[in-house]
């Protein structure tokens, strides 16, 4: 039976993550927060000066994250509602903590330009807070600074600079830790980019190994006949005899270069000497492998249609090998899956297909590891293609198709 994974739930992090980058998001919360602000002023009206900055504080957010250096205006209009004013509009504290996060989050200027800035910006609010204090009769006097409660004067200036310090802290702290995520991935992404490659090399290393026992045994060949026959082939010409020992000269020398190319590729780290002097396998072996998958545990099943072909050596040694390492797969990423191997031999090619019923692309192996590199660079060998991802009905396919 096949085996599906359920969809999981997107967590409400990821769906605000979504909503907050979506295009229409600025405008839709600038927007609202101007309707906002409109419906404050009707219901608390003030001065022509202070509506005007207050729309204009909220409005200018709209435009955040195409220019994000309007938050500068926002800011001065919010500081300058709140100095045309003795209270601060609900509308205006949103915007302003809005406008420093962006200021930060973008790095419009420094930080401690933003916070400097806010202070001074807050300092003079609240000492044109002072003056209006002392000249207006209705109010008691204003100590004088320096006696008792004189520090209490600047209590705005105190809790404006605080909030903007936070507010703009935040937006840098989010700023610098997308940038860590950004240069991780990259850094990630570089890494397995070079895993691959060499990967990929290595693979080509092994197969220029093999492909090396199955030559070299055709080159001798030609020389052992080539030779022999000036011996055995009754009634040959002189020039006959000389172009039959250039052939077998030829060919000696031939799998001298051979062995040579050999000795060099032999240098690659993890070169299993074993496996260097067993004979290369082919296709006629596959029911031995099948049976070391099962033997280990694993559950597979070998299904052959067509007519079989008497394929080249360097396509049945790519064919077993695919198969071999999409086993191999199977038992690493989806273990106690069922698989199921399949070849179909057509008019001008080999198709195969192995598939699993395990959990699909989300294991391990995924659709990019360094086996699937491999098992491309086999299919590749030989002109052919290879594909891998998740079957239709779940689990894991890989195809591939070997023109001959």
Known sequence: MSTTIPLRPRPVRGRLRALAAAPAYPWCTGA???????????????????GAAILISTASLMWRRAFPPVALVSVAAGLLSFGADSSLSIAVMISGLVSCYVLGRHRVLHPALLVAGGAFGALAVNLWHVLRWARDDRLPDVPPLGNAGSLGLFAEAFGLSAVILGAVCMGDAVRSREETRRERAHTQAQ???????????????????ELHDIVSHSVSMIAVQAESATYTTPGLSPQARDGFQQIAGTA??????????????????????????????????LGELVDQHRAVGGSAELRISGERVPLAAAWELSAYRIVQESLTNVRKHAPGARAIVELDYLVDRLAIRVTDDGPGPSHGGGANGHGLTGMRERAALVGGGLTAGAADDGGFRVEAELPW
């Open 32 to 50: 609202a927060l101007t309707v906002g602000a409109v419906a404050e002023l009707s219901a608390f009206p003030g001065s022509l000066t202070n």
């Open 191 to 209: 890494l397995i980019a070079v895993e691959r490659r060499r990967a990929a090399e290595a693979e080509r290393a092994a197969i220029a190994r």
């Open 252 to 285: 000696r020398a031939s799998l001298a270069e051979l062995r040579r190319l050999l000795g060099v590729l032999r240098t690659a780290p993890h070169h299993d000497e074993a496996a260097a002097t067993a004979p290369q396998p082919t296709l006629d072996r």
